[in-house]
T-cell receptor, first 112, second 115 residues
């Protein structure tokens, strides 16, 4: 069975501050992990994904995430928040390409 | 551009009415999905289809039905709409080829309100 937990339904940061969105997963086999972003009134779009290989994954718009097997985590980070980063972020886990399970989402609020 | 489109984008209907939401894709993907999104609940899978002859229930299929008319088209129906089906509905696609590990591509969503 697979599951994913996103810690914090809302995260608030100041513009220019570090962004850290947390995601922990549960899987009995090596997972595929994804972060998606949803801007207001839009569908989800892929930010980045981990399948195999390098555990530090770089995505679009300056985001990156690190797969830590020992901690069963895949936290999303960005060194400096921009106002345009305000959105809903979803972590998802998939086992061997099976249908992914999505977390409940984290709303990122960026203050000027 | 290759895309996932949904119609209508917004719909207001009354309790008991039959509603159809349509999804079309030009990506050539074989897998298609329907999700609903409610605030704080993330995405919940309603139905999915791995090819035209393959339809499967997701975690919340009660009250919904689907039709895969062609590889590119996947419709979601609410046979008799009820207010707790008020939500944002997303169609998504994915492929099993080309080394893409079930990355999904989403349509823009349909906002459905049932009065």
């Amino acid at each position: 069975a697979q599951s994913v937990t996103q810690l914090g339904s809302h995260v608030s940061v100041s513009e220019g501050a570090l962004v850290l969105l947390r995601c922990n997963y549960s899987s009995s086999v090596p997972p595929y992990l994804f972060w998606y972003v949803q801007y207001p009134n839009q569908g989800l779009q892929l930010l980045l994904k981990y399948t195999t290989g390098a555990t530090l994954v770089k995505g679009i718009n300056g985001f990156e995430a690190e797969f830590k097997k020992s901690e069963t985590s895949f936290h999303l980070t960005k060194p400096s928040a921009h106002m345009s980063d305000a959105a809903e972020y979803f972590c998802a886990v998939s086992i061997a390409g099976y249908i992914p399970t999505f977390g409940r989402g984290t709303s990122l609020i960026v203050h000027p | 551009d290759a895309d996932v489109t949904q119609t209508p984008r917004n719909r207001i209907t009354k309790t008991g009415k039959r509603i159809m939401l349509e999804c079309s894709q030009t990506k050539g993907h074989d897998r298609m999905y329907w999700y609903r999104q409610d605030p704080g609940l993330g995405l919940q899978l309603i139905y999915y289809s791995f090819d035209v002859k393959d339809i499967n229930k997701g975690e919340i299929s009660d009250g919904y039905s689907v039709s895969r008319q062609a590889q590119a088209k996947f419709s979601l129906s609410l046979e008799s709409a009820i207010p707790n089906q008020t939500a944002l509905y997303f169609c998504a696609t994915s492929t099993t080829s080309g080394g893409l590990y079930n990355e999904q591509f989403f349509g823009p969503g349909t906002r459905l309100t049932v009065l």
